[in-house]
T-cell receptor, first 114, second 115 residues
């Protein structure tokens, strides 16, 4: 069964460093997302990506964040200068037809900023 | 604006009990989509069901059933004869047809099924 894969599963980084979280969405899906879940809290939308551009971003997704689809399979989230409060689980998701269809989530990358 | 409320923060039951997880939503759109996801202790988000706003038919899948009522803006989830493996956090989510493609999640309900 096709699935969304994320790497790494866990990343520890020092405050101020840049991190890149990687995702391989399901191959025939057209919509890609990043969500964030701070420990024990709800899942929050960060950004959606369609047709090679950002279609929507939340207020959390400020200038320190960026997304890219560098080739036909990968979808990345870059955090330029990490802060302690960026520590969270980051989920990549993809869907066939936007919000009309279910989004399938990767297993997540746990980012710890120290 | 979209909003999903899961008023039950934590529920604890004994195995074989039935349990209902509540979900109330708010939206201005007439066309929208409702979802339930399961997050087991391992942390991944597992899709369970999607419902369109124009389809109020209830659904049953094994021990799982969903009750969608537009009149009360609710999309409740019932587990019959609960099992220890059902222990997880369950999230209800909403997306709207008009423009935004994102999912808005409720805060989740942590279900613990004790043997």
């Amino acid at each position: 069964e096709p699935e969304v894969t994320q790497t790494p599963s866990h990343q520890v980084t020092q405050m101020g460093q840049e991190v890149i979280l990687r995702c391989v969405p399901i191959s025939n899906h057209l919509y890609f997302y990043w969500y964030r879940q701070i420990l024990g809290q709800k899942v929050e939308f960060l950004v959606s990506f369609y047709n090679n551009e950002i279609s929507e971003k939340s207020e959390i997704f400020d200038d320190q964040f960026s997304v890219e689809r560098p080739d036909g399979s990968n979808f990345t989230l870059k955090i330029r200068s990490t802060k302690l409060e960026d520590s969270a689980m980051y989920f990549c998701a993809s869907s066939e037809n936007g919000g009309r269809t279910e989004a399938f989530f990767g297993q997540g990358t746990r980012l710890t900023v120290v | 604006a979209q909003k999903v409320t899961q008023a039950q923060t934590e529920i604890s039951v004994v195995e074989k009990e039935d349990v209902t997880l509540d979900c109330v939503y708010e939206t201005r759109d007439t066309t929208y989509y409702l979802f339930w996801y399961k997050q087991p202790p391992s942390g991944e988000l597992v899709f369970l069901i999607r419902r369109n706003s124009f389809d109020e038919q209830n659904e049953i899948s094994g021990r799982y059933s969903w009750n969608f009522q537009k009149s009360t803006s609710s999309f409740n989830f019932t587990i019959t004869a609960s099992q220890v493996v059902d222990s997880a956090v369950y999230f209800c989510a909403l997306s709207e047809e008009g423009g935004s493609e994102k999912l808005v999640f409720g805060k989740g309900t942590k279900l613990t099924v004790n043997p």
